[in-house]
């Protein structure tokens, strides 16, 4: 499906972004504060731009009843406040679907991707922060979703579940936008990176024409070097301590 964010303004903290991503991964990257999460919200309906739109295979988000079918959403507010199990979280993903024969496939397919069949019984609240992150992920795989939006997924997890995570957003072979702290996860499994710096969008491109130590002096108010990695050849970020002003 293709995502496009169309000149997407909300006073005072984003404005005119553009962004578009069709059965690729997208990053978003940029320092606290610039705008991401924000974005984030106008793709999937939790704030409604001032100006501009955001539309799914050329139809407006807010114009879509499917949105809930055909898009999934892992955001900085997915908690869950009540003591559901994991298998009942991860089954919540298929809430928008018809009842059907699939659904148990579907959880159980979730369940085994993220590597939590084993937690499927104990109580959500009793998980540590990264296995809650890996539950979340799998409600959102669970609902099949065309389009999925990820608010730092690889928060809390350890660097064997982030690659894990990344990859696996990466194999679904859907529209993925994603906001991504970590530049060289991001020049790792993002096709393209979107930068945003106080509200704007500053550069876009492939990882290697946007991670240049130029603009990410600018953006982010430190020195880097660029590598390439020894096995996969893409653009990773030396970084020097001193940050500049
Ligand atoms: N509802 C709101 N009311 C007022 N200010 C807001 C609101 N939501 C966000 N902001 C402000 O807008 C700016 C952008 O916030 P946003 O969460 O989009 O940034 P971000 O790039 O995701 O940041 P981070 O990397 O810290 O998660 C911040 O300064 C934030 O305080």
Do not use: W
């Amino acid at each position: 499906m293709r995502l496009e964010v169309l000149g997407v303004t909300v006073q005072g903290i984003i404005s005119d972004i553009s962004l578009a991503a069709e059965n690729e991964v997208v990053g978003i990257v940029g320092p606290n504060g610039s705008g991401k999460s924000t974005t984030l919200r106008c793709v999937y309906r939790a704030l409604k731009p001032d100006s501009g739109a955001v539309l799914i295979d050329g139809t407006n988000v807010h114009k879509r009843h499917d949105l809930a079918r055909e898009l999934a959403a892992l955001t900085q507010e997915s908690q869950v406040e009540f003591d559901f199990t994991v298998a009942e979280i991860v089954e919540m993903g298929r809430l928008p679907h018809e009842r059907s024969v699939r659904d148990a496939q579907a959880v159980r397919d979730a369940l085994a991707t993220v590597d939590i069949t084993h937690l499927a019984s104990r109580s959500f609240l009793s998980l540590s922060g990264g296995e809650r992150q890996r539950v979340l992920i799998a409600r959102a795989i669970a609902q099949e979703p065309r389009v999925l939006v990820l608010d730092e997924p690889t928060n809390h997890l350890d660097i064997r579940h982030q690659l894990e995570v990344l990859a696996l957003a990466r194999g679904l072979g859907i529209t993925v936008l994603t906001v991504l702290h970590d530049l060289n996860l991001a020049a790792s499994y993002c096709d393209r990176l979107c930068v945003l710096d106080e509200g704007r969008l500053v550069a876009s491109g492939t990882p290697a024409e946007v991670l240049v130590p130029e603009l990410i002096a600018k953006v982010f108010h430190v020195t880097a070097h660029v590598v390439r990695h020894p096995t996969t050849g893409v653009p990773q970020l030396l970084f020097d301590q001193e940050v500049t002003p």
